[in-house]
């Protein structure tokens, strides 16, 4: 094989190869029944022109067949009167007509027959055209489809490492994240809370507790001092059976304990 040859035969290779790829399903179905419409409408200018020629031989040849009888009528009109000559001259007019009138006849049914299988042949093409037409609609929702699928494939292919599903990925960390610091926030605060009314009770205790003694020292000593000189001093009064005045601050706390004492 000559290297001209070799070359020859790669170049066509990827030329067909170039040609195939290129090709859109969609775009060739419908340059293909572009084609077919294009034949369509040469053939049927063409079987247009044939039954035109048709009918003007048509015409012709029904013209020349009355010429011929007319001159058949005129040449026995000269015999009848007598004159040979005329009637000679009629009968050979009369001949070249009828001759022009077979040729034409002749031409007429080969017109005829021509017409008819352009006739057929165009009903044919129409018949294909239909066709092609519903295939080709067929076809070009089957490639949309296939098409439809190839993308959904492919995106599905894509998700599980595009960047779209990383950035979900991510975002949802940060959430997960978020709520762990409002639950801690939220059990930091509780346990603040609980502290504070922890000391406010420690220290409502100590408080009462003080406020008693004070009392006690208070009562003990104006006591001691409105004894007239000569009476014993009377035995002091115990916590149990003395209760001391409580301020308005004391006896809202004891009110609050009674209440939580309660709960």
């Given amino acids: 094989m000559g290297l001209f040859d070799r070359v020859s035969r790669l170049l066509r290779a990827n030329v067909n190869d170039m040609v195939a790829k290129a090709e859109d399903p969609e775009k060739i179905l419908e340059q293909a029944v572009m084609d077919m419409q294009e034949d369509l409408v040469q053939l049927r200018q063409a079987v247009a022109s044939s039954i035109a020629n048709q009918k003007r031989t048509e015409q012709q040849y029904t013209k020349a067949m009355g ?3 007319s001159w058949q009528s005129k040449a026995q009109l000269a015999l009848q009167k007598g004159d040979e000559d005329l009637a000679r001259e009629a009968l050979l007019r009369k ?4 001759e022009t009138a077979a040729s034409l006849k002749a031409q007429l049914d080969g017109q005829a027959g021509m017409v008819d299988t352009m006739k057929k042949s165009l009903m044919q093409l129409e018949g294909k055209i239909s066709e ?22 492919g995106a599905v292919g894509r998700i599980g490492t595009n960047s779209a599903m990383a950035a979900f990925e991510r975002m949802e960390e940060k959430v997960l994240i978020q709520e762990a610091r409002s639950q801690a926030a939220a059990e930091l605060t509780g346990a603040d809370l609980e502290s504070k009314f922890a000391a406010l009770s420690a220290g409502s205790d100590v408080e009462d507790e003080l406020a008693a003694m004070k009392q006690q020292m208070l009562g003990g000593s104006s006591s001691t001092a409105a004894l007239p000189q000569g009476t014993a001093t009377p035995k002091a009064a115990t916590p149990d059976t003395v209760k001391a005045p409580m301020s308005v601050e004391d006896a809202e706390l004891e009110a609050l304990r009674k209440q939580i004492d309660g709960l």
């Avoid at 001949?95 to 009828?98: I, L, P, V």
């Avoid at 092609?132 to 494939?153: G, V, Y």
């Fill in 67 to 69: 010429d011929a009888n």
């Fill in 95 to 98: 001949k070249n007509y009828s």
């Fill in 132 to 153: 092609a037409k519903t295939k080709k609609d067929m076809l070009k929702s089957r490639a949309q489809a296939a098409k439809a699928q190839e993308q959904l494939q």
